[in-house]
């Protein structure tokens, strides 16, 4: 395994950006009309697959391509670019299926995941950021898809991230604090989490979600690893923490219920069916997991819906 190989389903990309064709648009137009490159068509997060030979995304020759903005991915290691262009709608395929990143994330190999969230990421920002923010009139993009310029006022805008801090709480006994959320199934739990706010730290935010969330006051703060979450423009940035004690009091309003598990404990109760967990391309499985030493098996998978 490379060291880009966290074992987080979105955290896999291996095509090299190469930013510094963005702007150089002799070498774009090259790359476009070159038939070895690749495009990937997306329309609002679903894209073509196939999965023969093993789950592959669909990539077609750019005179293949349908219209729709276009968008710069980078280049693989043999030099081979890669492009996606937003779509109104796929084009007809009878020998490929339908899918969406949330569904294909853990299924496809490293480039075609690390291909789909860029791509996601980027065609999600696009259609909700096409006007200026600080005149309001139309925005166009450029830098191959990596920037939006108003054009008017030619303010540049940059695609949004909106940094969300997400953590197991492990308290003094080695106990998981999971919690479950108004909205989702009655026996779906997950870690904590929540956005980093302006002027914050992300352990401020951490000590700060979960003392807002569950009562519980955190005392260390440890970084383990981030994933990209472009439902519509996280990035969730994962942490184990401690608590000082085994203290909970939760809002009732982000969190309706929030408990303490041994290992047994949840073991049993995902086996018994009480407890369901979050699925494997989410970073909070990734670390209720690692908390755990093992990976559970697929059945203790609860169904959140997506944004
Ligand atoms: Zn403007």
Redesign the pocket.
Known sequence: MGDHDSGLALTRAVHDRAAEHRLDEAWLAAAWTAPESRVLVVERGNVHWTDAGGPALVLVAPRDAPDGERYFLGVDPDGTAYFAVSADALPERPDAQTGHLYTLGSVLGERDAGLLVHAFGLENWHRTHG???????P?EAVAAGHVRK??????EHFPRTDPAVIMLVVDPAGRALLGRQPSWPEKMFSTLAGFVEPGESLRQAVVREVAEEAGVRVADVTYVDSQPWPFPSSLMLGFHATSVDDHIDVDGTEIAEARWFTRDELRAATEAGEVKLPGPISISRHLIELWYGEKFPEDVTGTIRRN
């Open positions: 006007f200026c923010a600080r005149c309001g009139q925005s108003c054009t008017v006022c030619g303010t």
